[in-house]
């Protein structure tokens, strides 16, 4: 017997363009467009239809976290809104099995005219709990969201962030066996989104059902074990939140490893420098979009000096899978002082056994000291987000990982010296 929780057959989801279309489908919205069609009598042939969703399938597992990604307009909030039932598919079926915690944007779930407790009390009501059983759990809601001084306010004078940060606190602290999650996170600060991943891992520890959609592509191949990726309402790619995540940086947001810009006036630099070129290779020169964890690899800078009065030189910033930074490198060498204005291509080589398994982003810049005692950088070029690849670990037992099969937390993970003595 499957123990999928959730399950999608078939989904789709029109909208016709100049039709009225009720956001929530409430039933006032229902009644007020049945009205209205009845006294304009719409012409259909002159409506152009949207298919949000086509013939979308998939089954999530209990206690297993899906990420969705996507472009803008690819479908992931409708999909969010028929899971919620929220909006009704205009063709397939989706069927959960569980109690639902939800938070989709700001606004939702809220009575605006009630207080922060008060709202607690109703959304606990709604996913079927006691009084008894909200009560226990309201000194940890509230913990949790920061809200303690407001707690006893209307929620409609509350700010986004304190807003989200009670709805997230609530829908993830009421028992829900299935926890749907929108972009609305990036209301909060990044302290505030740590502790909700934080929440989010824990849940999925305990056998909850997790479903993320969000465009940081890092925190979603932390957090998800696996991933689907919509394009214009239907899957894509469907497996491996890092390999669907690397797939839509390739593919989707150019972001790969290899950029190059041929016309040298759109490429990223001024009158100093400019970049022409940035690869992720491996040992033998090749383009590598993912490597083998025990392997070195090298980021190749090719880039126009334009001038020679000022020393200018490479420099790269690397971003874990969480968007932390891992480290920035810059070639201190002195090949860099009086070099002649001209063509190069720099290539820094980052050791085997020394990055963690995940995906990882590069900032690549150009730069120049400032004047002054602080001898602060000043990029002469700068581009961000400009390079991705996938580090993996085939488990072989000859990495810093040995045996273990686990993951082991942080951005590096180097394969040290150990010595070992038995008196």
């Known amino acids: 017997m499957s123990s ?25 919205d229902s009644l007020a467009h049945g009205v209205n069609r009845m006294r304009r009598r719409e012409h259909r042939s002159g409506k152009e239809d949207i298919w949000a969703l086509q013939d979308v399938s998939f089954s999530v597992e209990r206690g297993e976290v899906l990420g969705v ?5 690819a479908g992931k909030s409708t999909l969010l809104k028929i899971l919620t039932r929220i909006t009704t598919p205009t063709e397939g079926e989706a069927v959960i099995r569980g109690r639902v915690g939800s938070l989709l944007e700001v606004g939702t779930g809220f009575h605006g005219e009630l207080t922060g407790r008060e709202n607690i009390y109703l959304n606990g009501s709604i996913l079927g709990m006691t009084r008894r ?11 949790f969201s920061g809200v303690q001084k407001f707690i006893d306010t209307p929620v409609k004078r509350y700010s986004s962030g304190m807003y989200v940060r009670l709805a ?6 009421l028992e829900p066996e299935i926890l749907l999650v929108d972009e609305v996170l990036a209301v909060g600060d990044a302290e505030f989104q740590r502790r909700c991943l ?18 940081n592509m890092q925190v979603l191949s932390r957090l998800c074990d696996r991933a689907i990726l919509l394009r214009e309402g239907q ?3 469907d497996g491996p939140s890092e390999e669907v995540v690397a797939h839509y940086l390739q593919t989707e947001m150019g972001s790969g490893s290899r950029v190059a810009w041929p016309d040298p006036a759109l490429a990223p630099g001024g009158k100093r420098a400019r970049l022409r070129e940035l690869r992720v290779v491996d040992e033998d020169g090749n383009l590598a979009d993912a490597v083998d964890i ?5 980021i190749e800078i090719g880039f126009t000096l334009l001038r020679d009065d000022v020393p200018v030189f490479p420099k790269i910033k690397l971003v874990d899978r969480e968007g932390e930074t891992a480290f920035n490198a810059l070639d201190t060498s002195d ?4 070099a002649p204005a001209g063509d190069y291509t720099s290539t820094v080589w980052i050791p085997g056994n020394f990055l963690n398994e995940g995906l990882y982003t590069l900032d690549v810049a150009l730069c120049t000291l400032g004047v002054g005692g602080a001898q602060k950088l000043v990029h002469q070029a700068n581009a961000a987000d400009a390079l991705a690849f996938h580090v993996h670990d085939v488990g072989d037992g000859d990495s810093s990982k040995g045996r273990f099969t686990g993951h082991l937390r942080g951005a590096v993970r180097p394969l040290l010296e150990w010595t070992n003595d038995r008196r």
């Open 4 to 28: 999928a929780v959730i399950t999608a057959e078939g989904l789709s989801k029109r909208y016709r363009i100049g039709q009225f279309q009720a956001g929530y489908d409430t039933l006032r």
């Open 69 to 73: 990604i996507g472009p803008n307009g």
């Open 133 to 143: 059983e909200i009560s226990r759990k309201l000194p940890e809601i509230v913990d």
């Open 168 to 173: 997230f606190s609530v829908a993830a602290h």
């Open 198 to 215: 934080g929440r989010m891992e824990e849940l999925s520890s305990h056998g909850r059902t997790v479903l993320f959609v969000s465009h």
């Open 235 to 237: 899957v894509v790619l």
């Open 294 to 298: 025990r392997r070195p690899v090298g």
């Open 335 to 338: 090949f860099w002082d009086g």
